[in-house]
T-cell receptor
Framework: AQKVTQAQTEISVVEKEDVTLDCVYE???????LFWYKQPPSGELVFLIR??????QNEISGRYSWNFQKSTSSFNFTITASQVVDSAVYFC????????????FGTGTRLQVTL | DSGVTQTPKHLITATGQRVTLRCSPR?????VYWYQQSLDQGLQFLIQ???????AKGNILERFSAQQFPDLHSELNLSSLELGDSALYFC????????????FGSGTRLTVV
């Protein structure tokens, strides 16, 4: 069965620090998709990135970067030069191709960025 | 605006009552998913519909039911409500069942008192 683990429950950083959010997943499928979502205090779920299991190329988008490593079943997310507006709960999620596209979420990491 | 519309945004009701949550998917999306987010259970998949038909079921209670109508909007019906049903209920949509990217609505916050 698919499973996503976010071991970090809560992280607090000071603005401008870099922060990495960890995500480890379990799946028996060879084809799967990984996601990161952001949930700000307002409550909505905002899509950040999708990565498929065949594409291990890491990605940078502005202050965000993602490190996907199949060998360790990890899909970590780094925010560079964090800002107060980055304060939110971040969820890692997984879809296996054989599960009718059911998205399985991790328990989330609450990031608090202070001045 | 994500394109997925959920109504109402907030709902307060008493135990034992029944409520209906509504979701309009993003234009062109055939799949609708319902998720429940509670403090103790996290984000849990409830049910998926694809073009009017039930496609997958998750941890959905028997007191809960859903449907997707010909115009593709979906409703989640919650009956015999209990205090523990208080949660944020999200609807999401995607183009087809294997388009690996959901767009979520802003959620309906249900409070059972």
């Amino acid at each position: 069965a698919q499973k996503v683990t976010q071991a970090q429950t809560e992280i607090s950083v000071v603005e401008k620090e870099d922060v990495t959010l960890d995500c480890v997943y379990e799946t028996r499928d060879t084809t799967y998709y990984l996601f990161w979502y952001k949930q700000p205090p307002s409550g909505e779920l905002v899509f950040l990135i999708r990565r498929n299991s065949f594409d291990e190329q890491n990605e940078i988008s502005g202050r965000y970067s993602w490190n996907f490593q199949k060998s360790t079943s990890s899909f970590n997310f780094t925010i560079t030069a964090s800002q107060v507006v980055d304060s939110a709960v971040y969820f890692c999620a997984l879809i296996e191709t054989g599960t009718a596209s059911k998205l399985t979420f991790g328990t989330g990491t609450r990031l608090q960025v202070t001045l | 605006d994500s394109g997925v519309t959920q109504t109402p945004k907030h709902l307060i009701t008493a135990t034992g009552q029944r409520v209906t949550l509504r979701c309009s998917p993003r234009s062109g999306d055939l799949s609708v998913y319902w998720y429940q987010q509670s403090l103790d259970q996290g984000l849990q998949f409830l049910i998926q519909y694809y073009n009017g038909e039930e496609r997958a079921k998750g941890n959905i209670l028997e007191r809960f039911s859903a449907q997707q109508f010909p115009d593709l909007h979906s409703e989640l019906n919650l009956s015999s409500l209990e205090l523990g049903d208080s949660a944020l209920y999200f609807c999401a949509s995607s183009v087809d069942s294997y388009n690996y990217g959901y767009t979520f609505g802003s959620g309906t916050r249900l409070t059972v008192v």
